[in-house]
Each structure stands twice: as structure tokens, then as C-alpha cells.
């Protein structure tokens, strides 16, 4: 009986050994695979970051030779030179600036502002490299043209500026200068001139007196251009004053209180750039 008790109890003993080591079996397995799954999310994290990271340096790295070459060929465009130009001009608004400036291939575009409170003058500038607007080095690039904007107090004070005349048989010869246009023709103090109207424009061709078939050419010339072209609508007035010499040719308009004003050596140049303003 004794025997039997005995064997009973080391079977009980062995049966409870067993299971404890099943237990911590499990348990080990349960952690194992715990472990696992968060080194998983530590590392899929890591790789996050990492791609993070990555991103916000490629964000916030130097721009390379090619990017850099690209933003400093802006500068001498005229796209960039008119930001520029309105950017110190700012309290001039509404501002009329041309849009197009014939330059030679291969040059850039630039300018020179002077700033005041009841005018401004920007002389336009062709360079050989791109120069910043109001370079220092522009003081000996080649001027384009030079466009002013005077502003008084009313619009009647900027109408005494300007001054219209229709013109007639009584102001000289007629001389058609086509699309049924007529000019007429007057000479004195060594200057031949030919004057015509356009819409609220006044216009003159002028010339050497000796040369006076130079200034009926330049009339026709004009008169063809504006034909196809459009000049910015004046108000009240506008007036040209075009020269076949080495005088400056001039182009001016009323725009309600302002007074605006191109001046050049080229005629048809300034034309061009008058045409484009808006």
C-alpha cells in the first residue's frame, strides 16, 4: 500500500513538473514574437524617418551649376527688368510700361530709375552682359530710349502741357503720305517739316531743310507703321515729334494727370516701344 501511495505521488510530482515547463514554454514563444513585431515598427519607423530626412535634405540642398546658371541668366531679360523697375516704382501706380524694347541679338536689357515723388525717369539700357537694374556700370551702356512720367495735381494742369492743331491747306503744301492720309509740308530756320494728325495725335516728320525728301520718306514710314499699330490712346492729347537727323525724337501723351514721355535718336525705335506700352 505504501509502495502504491508513493508511486501515486511521484506521478503527481512529474505531471506538475511537465506542465510548468509547457507554461514557460509559451510564454517564451509569446515574448519572442512581441519582440519581433516591435523591432518590425522600430525598424519600418527608422526607414520613415530615413526617407523623411532624405526629402527635407533634398529640400534645403544647395542649388547645383545649372539652377544657379538659370536664375542669373533672368537678370538682363526684359521680363526681369520691368519686376524690377515696378518694384521701385511702386508707389506710382497704375503704371504704363512698354513691353517690348528692340535691342541687337545677343545683348540684355537693364535700366536706370530716378525716382521722385511727382515724376520718375527710366532710361533704358542695352548691355553686353546681364547688369542689374541701376548698375553702376550702365552709366556707360548704350540708352535705348528714355521714358518719363510727370504727374500734377489735376487733369487740367496736365492738359496745359500739351498742345493739338488740325491741320490743314493753310499750314502748307499737301503731300499724301498714303492710306488717305495728308501731311503738309513748311520749311523755316533751316528745319523742313511735314505735319499731319492721327486720331487726338499730332505729328511731324523733320528734317535739314537740304534733306527735306528724307523727312517725307520718315513721314510715310510712320504713317505705314501706325496702320498696322496702335498707339496708347491719349487723354486728352498726344504728339510726335520725329527726326531724320541726330536730334532726339520725341513721343508724348496725356494720361489723365500724367504727362508721359519717350525720347530717342531712333524714330521708328521709339515707335516700337510706344506701340507695346500698357
Not at 522600430?42 to 527635407?56: F, H, I, L, P
Not at 533704358?124 to 521714358?147: C, E, H, R, W, Y
Not at 503738309?184 to 535739314?208: F, H, K, M, Q, V
Not at 537727323?245 to 515707335?271: A, F, H
Request: with cysteine; glycine share 6%.
Amino acid at each position: 500500500m505504501k509502495k502504491i501511495v508513493i508511486i501515486v505521488a511521484c506521478l503527481l510530482v512529474f505531471s506538475l513538473i511537465n506542465g510548468c515547463s509547457q507554461g514557460s514554454g509559451d510564454g517564451s514563444t509569446s515574448v519572442h514574437q512581441s519582440s519581433s513585431s516591435q523591432a518590425d515598427s522600430s525598424s519600418s519607423k527608422a526607414g520613415s524617418s530615413s526617407s523623411v530626412q532624405d526629402k527635407n535634405n533634398s529640400s534645403t540642398a544647395p542649388k547645383n551649376k545649372t539652377e544657379e546658371k538659370q536664375s542669373s541668366e533672368k537678370i538682363g531679360t526684359l521680363k526681369k527688368t520691368l519686376a524690377d523697375v515696378r518694384l521701385l516704382l511702386k508707389k506710382h501706380t497704375p503704371l504704363l510700361l512698354p513691353q517690348k524694347l528692340p535691342i541687337e541679338n545677343g545683348s540684355y536689357v537693364s535700366a536706370v530709375v530716378k525716382n521722385q515723388a511727382s515724376e520718375f525717369t527710366i532710361t533704358f539700357k542695352q548691355t553686353g552682359t546681364p547688369l542689374k537694374v541701376n548698375d553702376k556700370a550702365l552709366s556707360k551702356a548704350k540708352t535705348i530710349a528714355t521714358m518719363t512720367r510727370q504727374i500734377y495735381s489735376n487733369e487740367s494742369e496736365a492738359a496745359k502741357q500739351m498742345t493739338y492743331h488740325q491741320y490743314g491747306s493753310s499750314d502748307g503744301e499737301a503731300v499724301p503720305l498714303g492710306h488717305q492720309i495728308t501731311g503738309y509740308a513748311d520749311a523755316g530756320a533751316g528745319t523742313a517739316g511735314i505735319s499731319w494728325n492721327e486720331g487726338r495725335w499730332t505729328l511731324a516728320s523733320l528734317s535739314p531743310t537740304s534733306e527735306s525728301a528724307k523727312g517725307q520718306q520718315l513721314a510715310r514710314f510712320i504713317v505705314d507703321y501706325l496702320e498696322e499699330h496702335a498707339l496708347p490712346v491719349p487723354r486728352q492729347y498726344g504728339q510726335i515729334q520725329a527726326y531724320t537727323d541726330n536730334r532726339q525724337s520725341m513721343i508724348r501723351w496725356q494720361d489723365r494727370k500724367s504727362i508721359y514721355e519717350l525720347t530717342g535718336n531712333d524714330p521708328m525705335v521709339l515707335l516700337e516701344i510706344a506701340v507695346s506700352i500698357k
